[in-house]
């Protein structure tokens, strides 16, 4: 299990030494070793002094995460292991609470990490300082600014995929509580020829790959670009795709960035506009055409490219057309026109497409400071982060080279100074004496280049400025001629002949000794490069574009501020910017990282010795060790240093009462370190050799194991003891509550036998009272009872003529009476609805009420049923009537009559009144119908039914024909002796007639009719009221009929399902009539 350990100091747990002043010996074997054996182990930083030294460790490392921005927040520097995020700690701190500017200087070669250390330490700064929504917002546009700057000025070079091809210098500004309020930043020489060309392996700038893998169709289109990066003559094909870059997942990233650094979408779209102008430019060639005069002459060879162009940036066709083919020299009176030849319309081509970008790309610059610049105008701290170029020795080294080197050699410069200058003056602060160190100053070499009157510099400026043929040859020339004699220039043809038989140096070159080491520099190119030619005729034609972006790249191109004096030098240029920052550098307090590749295959776990001696060597750091070990190689605050050693003495251990300083006056002198070994100054101990404080390490590691050792014996004593006394005290304990225990019981033993005694007389004593007492109470009773008996009889005597002999009665009628009022009340007040179907009724409170209340159910029914009737008219109550009739004649007796409750008594079915067809039998009947109805007649011969209509008016029954109308019989209903029918679900019935009567002589009918009911209960009624003789109506399932002069019996038979749900009529013989009734 790893053990939680609490760091105090970085020399706990080293590994190597965390601090290279601490190395011993110090020798270029012994600090590449240490560098080596960290570097294994991961631990990437090295100290020297307050210098951090970055080994590039090629991989993803988990030491950059929130817990360790929180570990090393607010500690001491050399409190924990070295770290990247301790200087930037220290920085802001210092800041903060100091008051002083700060600037973190990040030096080293191409891929060795400067960029990364500079986001590393602003992203520190970001998580420490304060929070808020404006500061976070402050906060972020300052991050999102590296990604759009990258973009544009980063691209992938053979020694890094991600290599800055400008300087960087950023100032955060801070209020005075340490919170952000924006940044500015300077952008030093882009490298603008990669702009059109490429070395092999190498890509542009890693926008324009962005652009054409991220763009969306509708983009593409709008630039006039094509996705593929072989269509452009700028991107170098062989390494257009780089290992692990997203190119199409950046763009979205920058686009997102521009938005969040507050880039509106228009003007970003203007930008990229001008990156595709100048892709485009790229694919504009030449072919040359002869003119009569004998000059060469150049012609665009396919003009399509052109025009796009011309159409993207809002420029006339002809315009940049004739800026390609011509070249007008303007002197003071006269302009001069001369054509250009294909090679220097291709220079034209190139020139322009370099100067659009790089003047893109300070646009950029300053749209960001606009967006991040401070908002308030209150005193500013600042922090300014360097990420500049490191120094480049390539097999070729051109100006661009030459100006970086420079550049580098004044930042060397300043690293002495400002470090010399500060170790000067601590120990003038802590009061010890200076000892002169012996250091390479390289003062001398950048006065070799940017000496006034004779620097290489001002030489190269000369040349370009004077009149006649100017060459780089001339240059080297003059060169040689004015720096001969310098102690670091070395050229073949200076006249010191030194060099004469040097083959190693080429006749067009120079070398300069640089304080890193030799560089050779071609000298091609130079003049070209630092005049920075743009044709006028070309910067015209863009000023002249309607892109408002691309026209205030030009502003010398506008014809009314036409400039006949020279713009500056490049070389001029470079050189008062690097004089700006240094000054500007000089103002604040340095902090350094300097960075080392460790190979050159970008691999991780790969150190190779010979390439970090390189750079240990050219970034002079063993001089850096000497410079700080100089006079003391330690240096610790008296405070730390007494905690950290004071169990080395027995005055000082466990605690020391006075001053910490003479604490380790003490401590030095019991351990009897030669005086000459340290100093001490106002607040520090000053150990002037390694080995001394290694000493002091080991007796402590050896007392500290000591220490231990006695704590341990001391401790498992005072464990024991403890232990034991516990154990005693325990035991007493014990003891105690035991006897407590045994002498309670006893107690409570002899004291519950003593209670038992006790209660057995007290109870022997009570019941003795007891029985006496109850005697006592008897005999009282007794004289008592005697006594009301006595009164009750001589009262009753006296007052046996006031009671009222019949009160109980009385009360209880008056009680029976309240009883039957409550009942009465109490039933009115829930009372059931006036529905006579409604079967609710209360229930009975009292039993003696309960034929009562039966009794008044009976009558509310009734009495409900009554109001029910009296709401009927006459008609309905004829209706009801009727009904009531049918019910009693007919309810469960006829299996007919339930179906035919529901059915309402029409009579006249028939409109004999309204059909014409049956004029002449209304005509012939006089009385009122009753019913017209067809009725099927059943046949007496066969059984069969023949349809009639059947009538019956108040005093006759009629048949008729139901065709014709025509009367076939005639019946008085006083003929009528009795109607017969079965007791089953069929409407057959009989009607027979009186014997002897002049209807009668063709014998009894017998009928079947779908309203059978109703008509039954109508003849009933009619021949009551007419008659005043009841009809006798016979129900039963076998009955005889009179057919002339024989009698049929007609049988109804159920359940023959043979003919279906029709009741059939079926002749058996002379004297039977079968019906089946299903
Ligand atoms: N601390 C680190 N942890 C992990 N990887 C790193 C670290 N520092 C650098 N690298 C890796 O090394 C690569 C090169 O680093 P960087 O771009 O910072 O170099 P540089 O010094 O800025 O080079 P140049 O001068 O070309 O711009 C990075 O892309 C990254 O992959
Ligand atoms: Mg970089």
């Known amino acids: 299990m790893a053990k939680m350990e609490v760091k105090t100091s970085l020399l706990d747990n080293m590994i190597g030494v965390g601090d290279m002043v601490l190395l011993e010996p110090l020798n270029e074997e012994t600090f590449i070793n240490n560098l080596k054996k960290r570097f294994d182990h991961s631990e990437i930083y090295t100290y020297i002094g307050s210098v951090v030294i970055s080994v590039n460790p090629y991989r993803s490392l988990p030491i950059y995460s929130p817990e360790k921005v929180e570990e090393y927040r607010n500690r001491n520097f050399y409190e924990l292991s070295p770290h990247i995020f301790a200087l930037s700690d220290e920085a802001y701190r210092s800041l903060r609470d100091q008051d002083k500017d700060q600037c973190i200087l990040i030096t080293g070669e191409s891929g060795a990490g400067k960029t990364e250390a500079s986001k590393l330490v602003m992203s520190y700064v970001a998580a420490v300082c304060g929070k808020g929504a404006e500061v976070n917002q402050v906060k972020e546009q300052l991050l999102q600014s590296n990604p759009v700057l990258e973009a544009f000025g980063n691209a992938k070079t053979v020694r890094n995929d991600n290599s800055s091809r400008f300087g960087k210098y950023m100032d955060i500004e801070f209020d005075f509580k340490g919170d952000p309020l924006g940044g500015v930043i300077s952008n030093y020489l882009l490298e603008k020829s990669r702009v059109v060309k490429q070395p092999r392996g190498e890509r542009n700038f890693h926008v324009f790959y962005q652009l054409l893998s991220g763009a969306s169709e509708e983009l593409l289109n709008k630039l006039k670009l094509e996705r593929d990066f072989s269509r452009y003559n700028y991107l170098s094909l062989d390494s257009a795709k780089v290992n692990g870059v997203d190119d199409a997942a950046n763009f979205r990233t920058v686009r997102n960035a521009m938005q969040i650094v507050g880039f509106m979408d228009h003007e970003a779209e203007s930008v990229l506009a001008v990156v595709a102008a100048v892709l485009k430019l790229g694919n504009i060639e030449f072919k040359p055409e002869s003119r009569v005069n004998g000059l060469d002459e150049s012609k665009i060879k396919d003009k399509n490219e052109l025009k796009e162009i011309c159409e993207l940036t809002g420029i006339d066709q002809s315009v940049l057309e004739r800026a390609f083919s011509f070249r007008t020299v303007e002197a003071k009176q006269e302009k001069v026109s001369t054509t250009l030849n ?312 466990p605690h020391w009462k006075g001053p910490a300083r003479s604490g380790v006056e003490v401590l030095f002198n019991e351990l009897e370190i030669p005086v000459e070994e340290y100093s001490f100054g106002r607040s520090k101990i000053f150990i002037r050799n390694p080995r001394t404080l290694f000493k002091l390490e080991d007796l402590r590691k050896q007392r500290l194991e000591d220490l231990a050792t006695l704590i341990q014996k001391i401790y498992r004593g005072w464990k024991c003891r403890t232990h034991f006394l516990l154990m005693k005290k325990s035991q007493i304990v014990i003891a105690a509550w035991y006897r407590r225990y045994a002498q309670q019981k006893r107690y ?331």
Request: hydrophobic share 35%; aromatic share 10%; charged share 25%.
């Open 748 to 1078: 409570q033993q002899t004291k519950s036998s003593a209670l038992v005694i006790q209660s057995y007389i007290r109870g022997w004593k009570a019941r003795k009272i007891l029985r006496e007492l109850k005697h006592q109470k008897r005999c009282k009773e007794a004289v008592t009872t005697i006594a009301a008996y006595w009164h009750g009889t001589q009262v009753r005597r006296e007052y046996r003529k006031f009671f009222r002999a019949n009160a109980g009665k009385k009360i209880y009628e008056f009680t029976l009476q309240r009883i039957v009022q409550k009942y009465f009340l109490e039933m009115k007040s829930k009372m059931p609805s006036l529905s006579p179907i409604d079967k609710n009724w209360p229930s009975r409170p009292y039993l003696f009420l309960d034929s009562t209340h039966k009794e008044l159910k009976r009558i509310f029914h009734l009495w409900r049923c009554k109001k029910y009737r009296d709401q009927f008219t006459d008609q309905q109550k004829l209706i009801y009537e009727e009904k009531l009739e049918a019910s009693e004649l007919f309810k469960d007796k006829k299996a007919l009559y339930p179906s035919s409750v529901g059915q309402p008594f029409q009579g006249a079915y028939l409109e004999i009144n309204k059909n014409p067809k049956y004029k002449k039998l209304k005509d012939a009947i006089e009385e009122k119908i009753i019913i017209a109805e067809v009725v099927n007649k059943i046949n007496r011969a066969n059984g069969k039914s023949t349809s009639r209509i059947f009538l019956l008016t108040n005093n006759n029954l009629l048949l008729a024909d139901q065709k014709s109308g025509q009367i076939k019989s005639e019946v008085p209903l006083v003929d009528v002796t009795k109607v017969s029918m079965s007791s089953q679900n069929d409407g057959f019935f009989a009607v027979h007639l009186k014997e002897g009567s002049e209807a009668a002589s063709k014998g009894d009918f017998l009928f079947s009719s779908d309203h059978l009911i109703e008509m039954a209960t109508k003849l009933y009624r009619t021949t009551l009221s007419q008659t005043k003789q009841k009809l006798n109506i016979e129900i039963s399932d076998e009955f005889l009929v009179q057919f002339r002069q024989d009698k049929v019996c007609v049988k109804f038979i159920q359940g023959n399902q043979k003919n279906g749900s029709v009741p059939t009529c079926k002749r058996k013989n002379n004297r039977l009539l079968e019906v089946a009734v299903p």
């Open 342 to 653: 294909v090679a220097q319309a291709y220079y034209a081509r190139d020139a322009l497409a370099k100067n659009l970008y790089s003047r893109l790309f300070s646009w950029l610059v300053n749209r960001i400071n606009e967006s991040i610049k401070a908002q308030t105008k209150v005193r500013k701290k600042v922090m300014g982060v360097l990420d500049i170029y490191g120094f480049e020795i390539f097999e070729d080294n051109s100006f661009e080279q030459f100006i970086i080197n420079y550049c580098n050699e004044k930042l060397q410069q300043i690293f002495i100074e400002l470090t010399l200058k500060e170790e000067q003056e601590e120990y003038i602060r802590e009061d010890i004496e200076w000892t002169h160190i012996d250091y390479f100053n390289n003062a001398i070499i950048c006065d070799l280049i940017e000496n006034n009157t004779n620097g290489i510099l001002a030489m190269l400026d000369e040349e370009c400025l004077r009149p006649g043929t100017v060459t780089d040859e001339t240059f080297l020339e003059k060169l040689n001629q004015v720096c001969a004699t310098h102690q670091h220039f070395e050229s073949r043809m200076s006249k010191c002949s030194r060099f004469l038989n040097d083959t190693s140096l080429p006749h067009s070159c120079f070398r300069i000794q640089h304080y890193a080491g030799k560089v050779l520099y071609q000298v091609e190119g130079f003049v070209d490069k630092n005049n920075d030619l743009l044709y006028r005729d070309l910067s015209q034609a863009m000023w002249k574009a309607s892109h408002a972006l691309i026209k205030s790249l030009f502003p010398e191109g506008n014809p009314a501020k036409i400039n006949l004096k020279r713009p500056p030098t490049a070389g001029s240029q470079f050189k008062a910017s690097v004089a700006t920052l240094m000054k500007n550098l000089q103002t604040k307090n340095p902090n350094y990282i300097r960075c080392i590749k460790p190979n050159d295959k970008k691999a991780a776990h790969i150190f190779n010795e010979a390439l970090v001696c390189h750079q240990i060597r050219y970034l002079g750091l063993l001089e850096n060790v000497r410079v700080r070990r100089a006079g003391y190689a330690f240096r610790q605050a008296y405070e730390p240093c007494l905690e950290r050693y004071k169990m080395l003495c027995k005055q000082t251990w």
